[in-house]
Structures are given as C-alpha cells and as structure tokens.
C-alpha cells in the first residue's frame, strides 16, 4: 500500500502488463464500491455500486474531470489488466456532500478498480 500526498491510499492487487494509463487517455474499467469501515473485513462495508456486477464497464477520460478526483489520481499509471484498490478521502470524493443518498457526508470510500482498456 502506498499513500498519496493527497491522502489516496493505492494497493495493487495485481499490476498489469498491457498499455498505461495517462491523463488525456479514454479508459476502460470494471469496479466495485463500497463505504469505508474499519470494522469490516478490508476496511469494506456496504457495497454502493458495482459496474462487474451490472456486467457494464465504465469508460472515461483519465485527468479530465469527469470524476471524482481521487479516480483520476488513481487510475493514473495503471497498465491493462491490472487491478487496485483505491481508499478514497472524502475530500478526494463526495466530500461534505455526499452523493445521491447513497454516500453519505465525508465519507472514506473503497474501490476495487480493473483497467481493462487504454485509449491514446
């Protein structure tokens, strides 16, 4: 596990060996999210989104915005077919806010994030 300046925790389960991931690339990924909670085995408490279980990956591009920050931190030098878990601050995520009624305020968030494509 290594931590970011920012607070983003990164652990890579499994490092890929195809094409890396760069800000101003279109990528392709699969991933799990679940809130934060010490208590739970892996620091995973209740799933809120799953793009595996949906069998629907979710394309975007690396280092525009598009969302939230600590995604664009932590996808940014994936190679294809890697994964990583990404522990998210809240300020790096939904922050003060929340999202939807589903993340609830200040909210640590966990990601299980597999690259499964790279697009110059």
């Known amino acids: 596990m290594s931590e970011q300046t920012s607070g983003l925790q990164i652990t890579d389960l499994t490092v890929g060996s195809g094409a890396t991931a760069q800000a101003g690339h279109e990528v392709t990924v699969h991933y799990t999210g679940w809130l934060h909670d010490p208590k739970a085995d892996q620091g995973r408490g209740r799933q809120f989104d799953s793009s595996k279980s ?6 975007f ?3 525009a915005g598009m969302v939230i920050q600590g995604w664009d931190e932590g996808v940014a030098g994936m190679q294809v077919g890697g994964t990583r878990v990404l522990t998210i601050p809240p300020e790096l995520g939904y922050g003060a806010y929340g999202a939807g009624g589903v993340i609830p305020p200040n909210a640590t968030l966990v990601f ?9």
Do not use: I
């Open 61 to 63: 591009s690396l280092g």
């Open 54 to 59: 949906r069998g629907d990956p979710f394309a």
């Open 112 to 120: 299980e994030v597999e690259l499964l494509a790279v697009e110059a």
